[in-house]
């Protein structure tokens, strides 16, 4: 019941753990050599609150932003703010400020300008920070990020066509599910009817972004939720007889990125509904929605299935294939 001050890391938890438990961190893990804890562990202050610093050095970097603390100061820069469109500087042209967090917990104080040796003495360490923990090159973009395609990073999806799951396949991360951003598309349900079922064959992401393509009453429906802000349906009027059906789902997309198109569900080859969405996603859903097979695991994508995202019938496969 006692609060501690020292300062430490997130990057401090696990060895703090560690040692608390009273074991090794692992060298090897399923064949592959770990590499060595960075952090140091925080159990030295749970006796002594007035314990000196074992972390005095730690470095910060998010999208450009950078900063860096050691022994009581800290040394930053807001290259881009989260709200703005656009960097503020390029990055070698970027304004440092500095604190003594000692003496000025808060940091409302910016000594920058009267201490400039100070200022150049922490950016420099900085830098050796940066190089020692790989945080060059600084690539400062945001949501492009999240698109390995567009960041020309490595993707075990990269480059995939089709992908085909099954009843249970839930809490697919986007980094692990076909990417049908920007582009046209079809959603395949293999599915037995056995009375006016309800709840969702397939989704991906929630309540602040995402596409699902569900079951109401009997009538396929598909949802295009465009981040919480315009909200597309397309609903069927005729229910499904009881038996094997395939329903699909066909988007036409208009070309570029974020832009719409036309949405089509068909039954057996035969169309039952047709729609536009104007707007879709360009780059992410979300960071925590996944995407589902026979539920909608997190938020829904959309208010209609709410209470009971979980489809009652049976489905026997779904098949996503991009153009």
């Not at 450009?64 to 603390?69: A, K, L, T, V």
């Not at 069927?236 to 719409?260: C, I, N, S």
Request: net charge neutral; hydrophobic share 35%.
């Amino acid at each position: 019941n006692e609060v501690r001050s020292q300062f430490h890391h997130v990057v401090d938890i696990a060895p703090t753990i560690y040692e608390a438990a009273g074991i090794p961190a692992p060298r090897m893990v399923n064949g592959i050599e770990q590499r060595p804890i960075e952090g140091v562990s925080m159990v030295y202050s749970f006796n002594n609150a007035k314990a000196a610093d074992t972390r005095k050095t730690q470095y910060f970097e998010m999208a450009g932003n950078r900063g860096i603390y050691h022994d009581g100061w800290f040394a930053g820069t807001i290259h881009k703010a989260p709200w703005e469109a656009k960097p503020r500087h390029p990055l070698g042209e970027d304004i440092w400020e500095l604190y003594n967090v000692n003496e000025d917990f808060s940091m409302s104080t910016n000594l920058a300008a009267q201490n400039a040796q100070k200022l150049e003495e922490m950016k420099k360490m900085f830098t050796t920070e940066a190089g020692k923990y790989n945080v060059f090159p600084i690539d400062d973009r945001t949501l492009e990020r999240f698109d390995s395609k567009i960041a020309g990073r490595p993707d075990l999806m990269n480059g995939r066509k089709t992908l085909t799951l099954y009843q249970g396949a839930t809490m697919m991360m986007e980094n692990a599910f076909i990417n049908m951003k920007n582009t046209s598309y079809t959603i395949t349900a293999d599915v037995d009817i056995t009375a006016a079922n309800s709840g969702v064959l397939v989704c991906q992401g929630g309540d602040f972004g995402g596409w699902s393509l569900y079951m109401k009453d009997g009538k396929p429906c598909f949802a295009y939720n465009w981040m919480g802000i315009e909200k597309y349906d397309i609903n069927a009027t005729q229910k499904l007889t009881p038996g094997k059906h395939t329903v699909k789902f066909e988007f036409q997309y208009e070309g570029g990125r974020g832009k719409g198109g036309k949405g089509i569900i068909s039954v057996d080859g035969n169309k039952v509904a047709e729609g536009m969405i104007k707007n879709t996603h360009a780059n992410v859903y979300g960071l925590d929605e996944p995407a589902d097979v026979g539920t909608d695991s997190n938020t829904p994508v959309t208010a209609v299935y709410h209470h009971n995202p979980r489809f009652n019938g049976i489905i026997r496969k779904v098949t996503i294939e991009v153009m």
